[in-house]
């Protein structure tokens, strides 16, 4: 950008006619399906809307009293505090052994990288349907195996039990992030200066010491990075909750996401999904604003990738 | 065990070389306990995909009485149910007119917007990059309740053109973002040269430029066409007659209908993550590299 001065103005006039008919597209989708919709989604939430009535009343904040006053509402969000805590820590943890593993049993990398991100690829529907089968109460796996090592008393329906329910879809979750975590932690360990590893264990670091504080602080912004996204997809987890329990049973699984949909498009309380919905963005936008401008100063300051 | 023969050498060999093979001892038994570690954790990940195709190749009458059993008998029957009585063609064709067309749309958009936010300064530039940007920081939840009255009053609701509207306008910022990533990286040298040859802006793009981002197109196209082959969401809500219906959107309202048909769903879900595998395999190069960058966006 910093050529623009000594373009001619011919040239700049051309580049601007060019540069507004190449944004225009994006500019009109945008403004359509996204910018419309959101200033929309303001107007319905101190609205009553029924999804049928096209003048409806003015409530004011009404809708967001009832949010707070809900407690089905806490309950929910209580469940994505779960979700979030556990959701976030086990990827992480289990993404970075892993990946350390990898990095450091040369040979064979390309294929357990191959073979570790393949769940985070498939269809959420796929993978609540083949995890539903293997927490299955009868033929379920889980119950086999428990049954084979003498613990059969523990066997239960485990999607159905609402004291599981919330942590058997976690699982599932957990299963099907940990590749992604792998990954990108693979690759920034790629960048990571071996020497000081070498060094460390000549000194006498055990390999835990090596992790926490030779590689850890190399790969931090990658870790931070990875940290925002699960943290945010905590917020506004659906698929996979939605397709595997459908929040119940009795809402024991029903999360923020899952609660605005049924408000809205079974009970149709338009309003209160939207509002439900609203109370997802503002819990989640903060963190990834956060979060990014951390791991943004972490590599300014020549750390990792 | 290990130790032993370092044990035996010891009265032949000079104590420094001893020291060596043990050495060299624990390191490869380390490496082997590492690798049956990565072994069974790469067994549990795929245990679940084998659940999948093991259960959908079985014979029907095996599926009722064991149908979780791994590999216990072999038979067509079911993908052929899945496909003919279980209405999985029609989803098929359904998730290629869902796919094909948002992904080609969100390729040829985002690298027309990529270069102009790139290249080109342009009266609005900043406004309207904003608003982009800002489509990668609010979650689709905020803004998908309004969106379905809009399609209904644009009478968009149940229909393809609506769905694939979505579907591009979901995909676009992160594209436009990715696609002026490589834009900003190509040298100044380039377009400058081509100037003075007496080419205009827009050949510069087409003819110059378009040609060196080739390879961040079609990482972009591999990554848009999965997450649109994989979007549950948007079949759910703005296809709700069932008119159209991709595989995702099948397979949920065949587990919802029938849940005991478990051999025809497990077909049903081998015709949904097939096409995934095979590109995963085959273009493992350009997915990684959509799904890494897709993570350091924002």
Same mark, same amino acid.
């Given at each position: 950008m910093g050529a623009v001065s000594n373009v001619p103005p011919v040239t700049r006039r051309a580049q601007a006619r060019l540069g507004i008919l190449l944004a225009l597209p994006v500019a009109v989708i945008t403004a359509v399906f996204f910018v419309f919709p959101m200033v929309n989604a303001l107007y319905y939430a101190v609205v009553d809307f029924d999804?049928?009535? #096209?003048?409806p009343p003015f409530v004011g904040l009404n809708n967001f009293t009832e949010m707070f006053t809900d407690s089905a509402t806490w309950h929910a969000l209580g469940n994505n505090a779960i979700w979030i805590g556990i959701g976030t820590a086990a990827p992480m943890i289990i993404g970075l052994l892993v990946a350390v593993l990898i990095w450091s049993s040369r040979g064979g990398g390309a294929a357990y990288r191959l073979l570790f991100f393949l769940p985070f690829m498939l269809p959420g529907v796929a993978i609540g349907i083949v995890w539903g089968w293997i927490y299955? #109460?009868?033929?379920?796996w889980i119950n086999r195996v428990l049954g084979a090592v003498g613990?059969?008393?523990?066997?239960?329906?485990w999607l159905g039990d609402p004291d599981t329910a919330i942590f058997a879809v976690l699982a599932t979750a957990i299963w099907a992030t940990c590749g992604f975590v792998i990954m990108i932690i693979l690759s920034a360990l790629r960048?990571?200066?071996v020497e000081l590893v070498d060094a460390a264990r000549i000194d006498g670091a055990n390999a835990g010491q090596r992790l926490w504080h030779i590689l850890l602080p190399q790969i931090m912004p990658v870790f931070l990075m990875v940290l925002t996204l699960t943290l945010v997809g905590g917020f506004s987890v659906f698929d996979i909750i939605f397709i595997m329990t459908g929040g119940g049973p @009795?809402? @024991?699984?029903?999360?923020l996401g899952t609660y605005a949909y049924s408000s809205a498009f079974?009970?149709?309380?338009i309003s209160y999904g939207t509002v439900l919905a609203l109370l997802i963005t503002v819990l989640a936008v903060p963190f990834t604003i956060m979060l990014n401008r951390l791991q943004r100063r972490l590599s300014l300051q020549g750390l990792g990738a | 065990m290990a130790d032993l023969p370092v044990a035996v050498s010891r009265r032949s060999r000079s104590s420094e070389q001893v020291e060596f093979r043990r050495h060299a001892v624990r390191r490869s038994t380390d490496l082997a306990v590492r690798h049956l570690a990565l072994i069974a954790m790469a067994a549990l990940t795929l245990f679940p995909v084998l659940l999948i195709i093991s259960t959908a190749l079985k014979t029907p009458q095996d599926v009722r009485s064991?149908?979780? +059993?791994?590999?216990?008998s072999f038979s067509l029957e079911n993908l052929r149910s899945a496909w003919t009585v279980g209405g999985f063609s029609s989803y098929l064709l359904d998730s290629v007119l869902l796919t094909v067309p948002s992904t080609a749309v969100v390729i040829v958009i985002s690298t027309m917007a990529g270069y102009a936010f790139a290249r080109l300064p342009f009266p609005g530039r900043t406004v309207v990059f904003y608003l982009v940007v800002l489509g990668l920081l609010v979650?689709?939840?905020?803004?998908m309740i309004p969106l379905y009255f809009q399609l209904r009053s644009m009478g968009l609701l149940d229909s393809l053109v609506g769905a694939n509207l979505v579907l591009i306008s979901t995909n676009l910022s992160f594209g436009t973002f990715f696609m002026r990533a490589f834009f900003s990286d190509?040298?100044?040298e380039l377009e400058q040269a081509a100037r003075i040859d007496g080419a205009s802006e827009s050949r510069i793009f087409a003819q110059v430029m378009v040609p060196m981002v080739s390879s961040g197109a079609a990482a972009l196209a591999v990554f848009t066409f999965l997450s649109n082959w994989n979007n549950f969401l948007v079949p759910l809500l703005?296809?709700?007659? +069932?008119?159209y219906r991709p595989l995702t959107a099948g397979l949920y309202n065949f587990t919802g209908g029938?849940?005991?048909?478990i051999g025809p769903l497990a077909a049903g879900t081998l015709i949904t993550i097939v096409p995934v595998i095979v590109i995963f395999v085959v273009l493992q190069r350009q997915v990684t590299q959509g799904f890494m960058s897709g993570a350091v966006k924002g």
């Open positions: 999804g049928l009535d #096209p003048t299955d #109460p009868v033929n379920g613990l059969g008393s523990w066997s239960r329906g960048n990571v200066d @009795a809402d @024991a699984t029903e999360v079974q009970l149709n309380r | 064991d149908p979780f +059993g791994l590999f216990s979650p689709f939840f905020t803004y190509l040298p100044e703005y296809l709700p007659s +069932g008119k029938r849940s005991m048909d």
